[in-house]
């Protein structure tokens, strides 16, 4: 049992590139969740998904984008890459609102 | 947004050695959450709380929900090696779309064997 898999692990890109962080659970959560954590603070959401078809945003969604067109599946688009965005990045997902959420072990991106 | 102020940031402790953390809020929960990360890794869950008042136990961590439901604490006792990592708390509401999650900004601990 996999649980959850992030890609790539780490990714170095120029401003203004795009890139795609994939995010796969196998645990047939409705729930999936897509965060960030910066150097000394605490992990902010971005999106999130109760289930697919339907997304919304979190607290930090500006310059991201999301889609979740399976339940396995809920890829985090950058489109136009900033030195802001340079972070680790934690996807997540649960059964339900309430239940326990597994995160994945991140994808370290640095925008130059 | 809600906030969470959690202390201390860091800590640098003997094996052996009891720690204690917390987590304050301005605003109420109903259910603080306790996770560690290893380096490299994801935030696992370690104690759920949900009840003002309560005490649980994980081994040897026990995490408590404060009464005013502004609060939590863990403590860990007799540390070990492999209780080094970043330790987050995070509240929890209920009600419509509240239940997303507020974490704090972590305690990174230390111990040296």
């Known amino acids: 049992n996999a649980g959850v898999t992030q890609t790539p692990k780490f990714r170095i890109l120029k401003i203004g590139q795009s890139m795609t962080l994939q995010c796969t659970q196998d645990m047939n959560h409705n729930y999936m969740y897509w965060y960030r954590q910066d150097p000394g603070m605490g992990l902010k959401l971005i999106y999130y998904?109760?289930?697919?078809?339907?997304?919304d945003k979190g607290e930090v969604p500006n310059g991201y984008n999301v889609s979740r067109s399976t339940t396995e599946d809920f890829p985090l688009r950058l489109e136009l890459a900033a030195p802001s965005q340079t972070s680790v990045y934690f996807c997540?997902?649960?059964?339900?609102?309430?239940?326990?959420?597994?995160f994945g072990p991140g994808t370290r991106l640095t925008v130059t | 947004g809600q906030q969470l102020n959690q202390s201390p940031q860091s800590m640098f402790i003997q094996e052996g050695e009891d720690v204690s953390m917390n987590c304050t809020s301005s605003s109420i929960f109903n259910t603080w959450l306790w996770y560690k990360q290893d380096p490299g890794e994801g935030p696992v869950l370690l104690i759920a709380?949900?009840?003002?008042?309560e005490l649980t136990s994980n081994g040897r961590l026990t995490a408590q929900f404060g009464i005013t439901r502004k609060d939590s604490f863990l403590n860990i006792s007799a540390s070990i090696p492999s209780d080094v990592g970043i330790y987050f708390c995070a509240g929890q509401n209920s009600g419509g779309s509240n239940y997303k999650l507020t974490f704090g900004k972590g305690t990174l601990l230390t111990v040296n064997p």
């Open positions: 997540a997902s649960s059964y339900d609102e309430w239940a326990e959420q597994y």
């Open positions: 998904s109760v289930g697919a078809g339907i997304t």
């Open positions: 709380l949900y009840k003002a008042g």
